[in-house]
């Protein structure tokens, strides 16, 4: 069953450098989103990306934050300069249609923390 | 701006008990609701989609329903069983946008 993947599932950084998380979204699917989970908080919407161009996006998702479709299969978040309170689950997301009408599948997330 | 909330923060049952979780949303105005299932430290996995134009779904022991005018879902798991222990998520996209913005979920323990 096709599913996103997301690597790396655990990256521990120190505060102030640079990271990028990795996703493949399923292959035929449109839309793709990052959101994060703050331990024992809510999963937050952070960012939605579609034909190559952010279509929404969060308050959180600031200046620090960039997402990027290098190729015809991955797509990236990247965090420039990160801060403790970046630690968190990433979760990637994609879904197939249009209008936010379908189904969202999730990956397994990337723990990060930052220390 | 859009709020969910889920009720009870925690439930416990004994095996092969049938229950209902809840969920509450303030905005009506939504595309579809889906219900998420989370393993501790693990990721999202979609149980059930309802689409705004439907009452209710159906997927094995789950059944979702959805009542709009009164902003409100209901995830009933019928015949519970221990591999059902997890926290359960709902999340609503509203109209005009591509987010899901979710409950705080609640964690099932299914006592064997």
């Known amino acids: 069953e096709p599913e996103v993947t997301q690597t790396p599932s655990h990256q521990v950084t120190q505060m102030g450098q640079e990271v990028i998380l990795r996703c493949v979204p399923i292959s035929n699917h449109l839309y793709f989103y990052w959101y994060r989970q703050i331990l024992g908080q809510k999963v937050e919407f952070l960012v939605s990306?579609?034909?190559?161009?952010?279509?929404?996006k969060s308050e959180i998702f600031d200046d620090q934050f960039s997402v990027e479709r290098p190729d015809g299969s991955n797509f990236t978040l990247k965090i420039r300069s990160t801060k403790l309170e970046d630690s968190a689950m990433y979760f990637c997301a994609s879904s197939t249609g249009t209008d936010g009408g379908t189904e969202a599948f999730f990956g397994q997330g990337t723990r990060l923390t930052v220390v | 701006k859009q709020e969910v909330t889920q009720i009870p923060a925690a439930l416990s049952v004994p095996e092969g008990e049938n229950l209902v979780l809840n969920c509450s949303f303030t905005?009506?105005?939504?595309?579809?609701l889906q219900w998420f299932r989370q393993d501790p430290g693990k990721g999202l996995t979609s149980l059930l989609l309802i689409q705004s134009s439907q009452r209710e779904q159906t997927s094995g022991r789950l059944n979702a329903s959805l009542d709009k005018s009164s902003g409100r879902s209901t995830l009933y798991i019928a015949a519970s069983q221990p591999g059902d222990s997890a926290t359960y998520l709902c999340a609503a996209v509203n109209t005009g946008s591509y987010q899901l913005t979710f409950g705080k979920g609640t964690k099932l323990s299914v006592i064997p």
């Open positions: 905005d009506s105005a939504i595309y579809n």
């Open positions: 990306f579609y034909n190559n161009e952010i279509s929404e």
